[in-house]
């Protein structure tokens, strides 16, 4: 069986999203800037109905923070047409994610104002590269949601709205169980309906990833 790379499925909502996560649905995430910075690892996602029966890779995500200013300045040395990628302004909170995966890249999203945790995707970029890898188009939303759960770490829930993936789920360590995914999977069928089961990634997998 093939081993599958997130990374692949989460730009395809840009061009396949289903078209209702616009503001986020208007879900008031747990989310604060200063407890998603630093490390996280991808360990299960929740599938919806067009995703492949395949393995999921473990891999390693950085957070961090950046400004407005360094995103335009971004935006208008690697586009040949900026106008097209840039928001309509750059106030808010503005984060970057680094996926450490085979191919590593980075993806900058701007916050939503009026809904907390709820990010446009601008851009990504190949690390090491001077040219886009992929552009994001402005509708493509993703939310980010500290679930906290007693007796046990915290889980960062990276809420998505397209057809093949609906969350995305990291701890700061590897590894979980499928009962420890509970709490992640009543929250989204609160949220959304019955969704699939969590698929928890292969740890057999990390080796090919350079972290």
């Known amino acids: 069986m093939t081993p599958f790379i997130i990374l692949l499925v989460i730009t395809l909502v840009n ?3 289903t078209g209702n996560g616009t503001n986020c649905d208007n879900f008031q995430a747990n989310f604060n800037l200063k407890d998603v910075i630093g490390d996280w690892h991808v360990v299960a996602i ?15 995500v950085e957070i961090s923070e950046t400004d407005g200013g360094s995103l335009r300045w971004l935006i208008n040395k690697t586009i040949t047409s900026p106008k097209k990628l840039l928001p309509k302004d750059t106030d808010g909170v503005i984060v970057r994610q680094r996926y450490h995966t085979e ?24 690390i090491g590269k001077n040219d886009i890898h992929k552009a994001l188009k402005h509708d493509a939303m993703m939310q980010l949601h500290l679930l906290e759960v ?25 590894g979980v169980t499928q009962d420890e995914l509970k709490p992640a999977f009543e929250l989204v069928h609160k949220l959304r309906g019955p969704p699939r089961l969590p698929k928890i990634c292969d740890s057999a997998l990390r080796d090919l990833l350079v972290f």
């Open 150 to 174: 007693e007796g046990s770490k915290p889980f960062l829930m990276q809420m998505l709205w397209g057809r093949m993936v609906a969350v995305v789920i990291y701890r700061r360590e590897q």
């Open 15 to 17: 061009s396949e999203g």
């Open 103 to 126: 191919h590593p890249f980075d993806v900058w999203s701007k916050s939503v104002e009026g809904v907390n945790g709820c990010f446009q995707q601008v851009i990504s970029l190949d």
């Open 46 to 60: 929740i599938p919806e109905k067009l995703f492949p029966e395949k393995q999921v890779m473990c891999y390693k």
